[in-house]
Structure formats: C-alpha cells, structure tokens
C-alpha cells in the first residue's frame, strides 16, 4: 500500500485549486470592512464609511456581486476538499481515515483560536473545523442525499431568519405603543423590555459619533488594547450554540460542496453546455434578486427590520451568483483560457491557509495599533485599495514561492502536524528540469 501523507502534486485537482484561490481573493472585499471600520456598517454605510456616491456605489457593488457568495464558494470548496482528503487516504491505506481527519480539522480549529484572538475576530477557520467534526460519517453518501441535506440545513437557516424578522417587527410594534408614556400613560412591562431591546440594537446597528469614536479609540490602542477589543467580539461569536444559523449557514454549503465534488462538478469534468447554463440560470436569478433587496435596503434607508426580512432569501441571493462563479471558472480552466491568471488562482489556492493569514497580517497591521491605526479613517471605497494591494502580493508571490517550495509555510506545518511527521518543503528538481513558472509559460 502506497504510504499516508499529503496529496501529491499529481494527485491535485488544478480546477478545484482555481476555484479555492478565487474565492480565497473574494473574500477580502467582506474582511476588509470589518478590520477597516465599525460591524455595522458593512451592512448598513450610513452608520461609517459614507452612504453616497462612490461609497454608496461601491455597497451596492459589493452587496450585489460578493456578499456571502464567496464564503459560498469558499465553504463548498471546503466540503469537496474533505471528500478529496478522505477517499485519497482510504485508497492508500485501505483504511479508515477517520484519524487523519480529525486531527487535521482540530489542528485547523487551534490556527482559528490563534488567528481569531491575535489579528481577526471575523476568522472562518475555527467555525469551518468546528463545523467540519460532523462531516465525516456522510462522507459516503451519494450525491444526491448530501446536496439534499444541505438544502434541509438552507430551509432551517430561513425558517430561523423568517422568525426573527417577526420578532424584530413585534419588537418594533410594542415599543411605538409605549410611546403612550409620552401623554402620562404607564407602558405595560413587556412595552417597556421591548423598548430596552431596541435601545440596546440601537447601539449596536446604529451607533453614535460618540459611541463610534470609543470604539474606533480601542482598535487604534496598543497590542493588548487591541487583543482586548478582539476578545470581546469573539466572546459573542464563539458563544453561539452549535446549531445557530451561522453554522447551518456553513454547513449548507459544505454539504452542497461535498455532492457538487462527487457530481464532478468541481473537477472541470462536466461539459461546456451544463457549466454554460449554471452561469446564465445563476446569473438571471442571483444578480437580480440581490439588486432588488439592495434596492430594498435603500429605499428604507438600511432599515434594521427590512434587513431582517430580506435574510429569508439569503441563500437564494447568494447561491445562484455563487455557482455561477464556479462555472465560468471551470469553463476557463477547461478550456485553458487565461492560463496567466489560473495558473496564479491555483497557486495562492495550494496556499490558501498562509494567504488567508498573510490578508489578515497586513490588514491587522494597517488598520489596528498594530500598525498605522487606520480604522475608521477611511471612506468605504479606499478600504478596496487595500484589498487591491493584498491581491497584488497574493497573485505575484504564490507561484514564486511555489517554484522552490512544496507548500505554503503554514500547510507545510499543518500537514506535519496532521501526519505527525516533518514534511519535505523543498523541490529538488532534476538537472535541467523545468521550473513550474518555465512550465506554465
């Protein structure tokens, strides 16, 4: 039997490569607002950032073309590559590979904790290997059940959203009705707790000057401010139950992933005519239904409820943009267009967890007292000047650093703690051997 270890470069699958890398990149634009200014205002550019024209614009562009399509795409890839991992050990070692799985995904669950804490509380990492522990008895269900699952965890997730968005409205409801306090009558006790909730929502989605001022004070502190702050946000992130609607948002996705792989889908196996048509059906759904609840949002003015009520059809926004990506990306690498550019996606996608990292790295350093202490300082649109600098480094870097190198630095430490033994890094190419920017040209 052929010896555990890493998938060889052989063994990868450049189309899957691709696609890792550029929802990798496309996930920046979402990241950047979160270390570059307020939560809040990702959604909502009224409360930072400025909310006219090209900020407006530039959230209007977002809101419509990225907005959880990336971490779509990212998560669905997740799902495949644990379908790639797993049948690639059984094949090798005729046995399971339960324990390679599990302790590549806790490993992956420890980077989350540290990068969370030290450079980003928005971090993937630690909910995708937390999410990633139950994948693994499914992964040898047909297709056709796994994409069924994640369709059960997407109708779940709107079920939950659908019964927020009524408790936001009745919420609303009873605190207009206290305003009967106003004339000198006593609001009921439940009049008045819904007031208090919305005072409290109000400081969270609609902050003051004053109240974004002391916040932007703690991300421009020192370090230990700074980790303070950080540790303040995960307290409520981390503290979701395990079946919260940002894990099924995860898991959908995943198990999406995981039948899309076995399909072939994701392998640029599929024909011309099926990734042509995933393109246009995607495109005719996604792109309009995105602008109508941007269209939504402004019009009532980024209103917290309206919000509320268009997250019901999250996942009909997004997916359909989601897939659509997918497929004109293997339609390139099928077709071996644009090699120039797949071949660099495919790069930084062998290396997403150390580009993953290095983004928050300059991020944390531009816009935290790590750094510069840029946060809030910049309009909405700037912010992309980073991200366009990161993709730069990302694009130009990967490949070189693949010429000489096996992995990314932080895969190959990865791997070798996942098969509890040091990994060979360098490439030892024969006399006269190509190099791989030699074989791309």
């Given at each position: 039997?052929?010896p555990?270890?890493?998938?060889t470069?052989e063994?990868?699958?450049?189309?899957?490569?691709?696609?890792?890398?550029f929802?990798l990149?496309?996930?920046?634009?979402?990241n950047?607002?979160?270390?570059?200014?307020?939560?809040?205002?990702?959604n909502?550019?009224?409360?930072?950032?400025g909310?006219?024209?090209?900020?407006?614009?530039?959230?209007?562009?977002?809101?419509?073309?990225?907005?959880?399509?990336m971490?779509?795409?990212f998560?669905?890839?997740?799902?495949?590559?644990?379908?790639?991992?797993?049948?690639?050990?059984?094949?090798?070692?005729?046995?399971t590979?339960?324990d390679?799985?599990?302790?590549?995904n806790?490993?992956?669950?420890l980077?989350?904790?540290?990068?969370?804490?030290?450079?980003f509380?928005?971090d993937?990492?630690?909910?995708y290997?937390?999410?990633?522990l139950?994948?693994f008895p499914?992964?040898?269900?047909?297709?056709?059940k796994?994409l069924?699952?994640?369709a059960?965890?997407?109708?779940?997730?709107?079920?939950?959203?659908?019964?927020?968005?009524?408790?936001q409205?009745?919420?609303?409801?009873?605190a207009?009705?206290?305003?009967?306090?106003?004339?000198?009558?006593?609001p009921?006790?439940?009049?008045?707790?819904a007031?208090?909730?919305?005072?409290?929502?109000r400081?969270?989605?609609?902050?003051?000057?004053?109240?974004?001022?002391?916040?932007?004070?703690?991300?421009?502190?020192?370090?230990?401010?700074?980790?303070?702050?950080r540790?303040?946000a995960?307290?409520?992130w981390?503290?979701?139950?395990?079946?919260?609607?940002?894990?099924c948002?995860?898991?959908?996705?995943?198990?999406?992933?995981?039948?899309?792989?076995?399909?072939?889908?994701f392998?640029?196996?599929r024909?011309?005519?099926?990734?042509a048509?995933?393109?246009v059906?995607?495109?005719?759904?996604?792109?309009?239904?995105?602008?109508?609840?941007?269209?939504?949002?402004?019009?009532?003015?980024?209103?917290r409820?309206?919000?509320?009520?268009?997250?019901?059809?999250?996942?009909?926004?997004?997916?359909p943009?989601?897939?659509?990506?997918?497929?004109?990306?293997?339609?390139?690498?099928?077709?071996?267009?644009?090699?120039?550019l797949?071949s660099?996606?495919?790069?930084?996608?062998?290396?997403?967890?150390?580009?993953?990292?290095?983004?928050s790295?300059?991020?944390?350093?531009?816009f935290?007292?790590?750094g510069?202490?840029?946060?809030?300082?910049l309009?909405?649109?700037?912010?992309y000047y980073?991200?366009?600098?990161?993709?730069?480094?990302?694009?130009?870097?990967?490949?070189?650093?693949l010429?000489?190198?096996?992995f990314?630095p932080?895969?190959?430490?990865?791997?070798?703690?996942?098969?509890?033994?040091?990994?060979?890094?360098?490439?030892?190419?024969?006399?006269?051997?190509p190099?791989?920017?030699?074989?791309?040209?």
């Amino acid at each position: 039997m052929t010896p555990i270890g890493p998938i060889t470069p052989e063994e990868r699958i450049n189309s899957l490569d691709t696609l890792r890398g550029f929802a990798l990149l496309g996930i920046l634009p979402a990241n950047v607002l979160v270390f570059g200014m307020y939560f809040a205002a990702g959604n909502d550019p009224t409360v930072a950032g400025g909310a006219t024209g090209l900020n407006l614009a530039s959230w209007a562009l977002f809101r419509i073309l990225i907005e959880g399509k990336m971490r779509c795409l990212f998560s669905m890839v997740f799902g495949a590559s644990m379908i790639l991992l797993t049948s690639r050990v059984e094949e090798r070692s005729g046995a399971t590979a339960a324990d390679i799985y599990y302790r590549r995904n806790l490993w992956l669950l420890l980077f989350g904790l540290a990068h969370a804490f030290l450079l980003f509380w928005g971090d993937i990492l630690y909910p995708y290997a937390l999410c990633a522990l139950i994948l693994f008895p499914f992964r040898k269900l047909p297709a056709k059940k796994l994409l069924i699952i994640g369709a059960l965890f997407i109708a779940f997730k709107a079920g939950w959203c659908a019964v927020d968005a009524f408790r936001q409205l009745a919420r609303r409801n009873l605190a207009a009705a206290a305003a009967a306090e106003k004339v000198g009558k006593k609001p009921a006790e439940v009049q008045a707790e819904a007031r208090k909730e919305l005072e409290a929502q109000r400081k969270q989605r609609k902050p003051s000057s004053e109240e974004l001022e002391k916040d932007a004070k703690k991300w421009r502190g020192n370090p230990l401010e700074v980790i303070g702050a950080r540790a303040k946000a995960l307290a409520v992130w981390h503290g979701l139950p395990y079946y919260d609607p940002v894990n099924c948002d995860v898991w959908s996705m995943m198990f999406i992933g995981m039948g899309l792989f076995k399909l072939g889908v994701f392998s640029a196996a599929r024909s011309y005519r099926l990734y042509a048509w995933i393109a246009v059906i995607g495109c005719l759904i996604g792109i309009p239904v995105n602008s109508y609840t941007a269209w939504l949002a402004v019009k009532s003015n980024f209103d917290r409820v309206t919000f509320a009520f268009t997250y019901v059809a999250y996942d009909i926004e997004r997916l359909p943009v989601a897939l659509a990506n997918m497929a004109l990306m293997m339609i390139l690498c099928k077709a071996g267009a644009l090699r120039w550019l797949t071949s660099r996606l495919a790069a930084i996608g062998q290396m997403a967890l150390s580009n993953y990292i290095l983004q928050s790295v300059v991020c944390a350093f531009v816009f935290t007292g790590y750094g510069f202490g840029l946060y809030g300082r910049l309009e909405r649109y700037q912010l992309y000047y980073v991200v366009a600098g990161c993709w730069a480094m990302s694009l130009a870097a990967s490949p070189i650093w693949l010429q000489h190198y096996r992995f990314g630095p932080l895969e190959w430490c990865w791997r070798s703690l996942t098969y509890w033994k040091r990994q060979p890094m360098r490439i030892r190419r024969p006399s006269g051997a190509p190099t791989a920017a030699e074989a791309v040209a």
